[in-house]
């Protein structure tokens, strides 16, 4: 098993998390803008069917197109957007789409509900690693230092250390001095 050096800096993780991205080890990288975020209106999903911006709950959309979409209007920090995507979810059991739920609740501080959405996802798909990542950057940034370092051990042991998952909530618990 390799550890990363005791001493560590956070430029050194945050170059170790680009080169991750840069290989594209896992989604968790943030999206590139398509024409969601470029073209349409509030409550719109691009439609690549159509070509055309479509209602966000149109019979169209599947839900990954509605994940995509929501995951990148949430990258692009337009949450309210992003939860009227997820809102139209057919299936809003999707770990996806609750995680992204979470995501968007922990952005705009509501980190209890962000860790009832995070939860409800690790239930479903206890190996979903991005929404592991994500939830413990949540109890890092709510102090719970041991609930943070418990979802990176949880990663590691699923053999995602090599992920970007992995590699942001370290630098998460590292920054909030918790390592």
Same mark, same amino acid.
């Given at each position: 098993?390799?550890t990363l050096p005791r001493g560590l800096t956070a430029a050194a993780l945050s170059f170790f998390a680009s080169a991750v991205l840069a290989v594209g080890a896992d989604d968790s990288d943030p999206p590139e803008p398509t024409e969601t975020t470029t073209e349409c209106a509030e409550g719109?999903?691009? $439609?690549? +069917?159509?070509?055309?911006?479509?209602?966000? $709950?149109?019979?169209?959309?599947? $839900?990954?197109?509605?994940?995509?979409?929501?995951? &990148?209007?949430?990258?692009?920090? /337009?949450?309210? &957007?992003?939860? %009227?995507?997820?809102?139209?979810?057919?299936?809003?059991?999707?770990?996806?789409? =609750?995680?992204? +739920?979470?995501?968007?609740?922990? +952005?705009?501080? $509501?980190? *209890?509900?962000?860790?009832?959405?995070? /939860?409800?996802? =690790? &239930? %479903?798909?206890?190996?979903? %690693?991005?929404?592991?990542?994500?939830?413990?950057?949540?109890?890092? &940034?709510?102090?719970?230092?041991?609930?943070?370092?418990?979802?990176?051990?949880?990663?590691?042991?699923?053999? *995602?250390?090599?992920?970007?998952?992995?590699?942001?909530? +370290?630098?998460?618990?590292?920054?909030?001095?918790?390592?």
């Amino acid at each position: 098993m390799t550890t990363l050096p005791r001493g560590l800096t956070a430029a050194a993780l945050s170059f170790f998390a680009s080169a991750v991205l840069a290989v594209g080890a896992d989604d968790s990288d943030p999206p590139e803008p398509t024409e969601t975020t470029t073209e349409c209106a509030e409550g719109q999903v691009w $439609d690549d +069917k159509s070509g055309a911006c479509v209602k966000a $709950d149109s019979s169209s959309l599947d $839900d990954d197109v509605r994940y995509r979409a929501a995951r &990148e209007l949430a990258h692009a920090g /337009r949450y309210d &957007e992003a939860n %009227i995507v997820l809102a139209a979810a057919d299936n809003p059991e999707d770990p996806r789409i =609750l995680n992204y +739920k979470g995501f968007v609740h922990r +952005k705009t501080g $509501d980190l *209890d509900a962000a860790m009832t959405f995070y /939860r409800r996802a =690790l &239930e %479903i798909d206890p190996d979903y %690693i991005l929404a592991r990542s994500y939830m413990g950057q949540g109890l890092a &940034e709510l102090g719970d230092m041991d609930g943070a370092r418990a979802q990176l051990a949880e990663i590691r042991a699923r053999g *995602d250390r090599d992920t970007w998952a992995y590699v942001s909530l +370290k630098q998460a618990i590292t920054a909030s001095g918790g390592y």
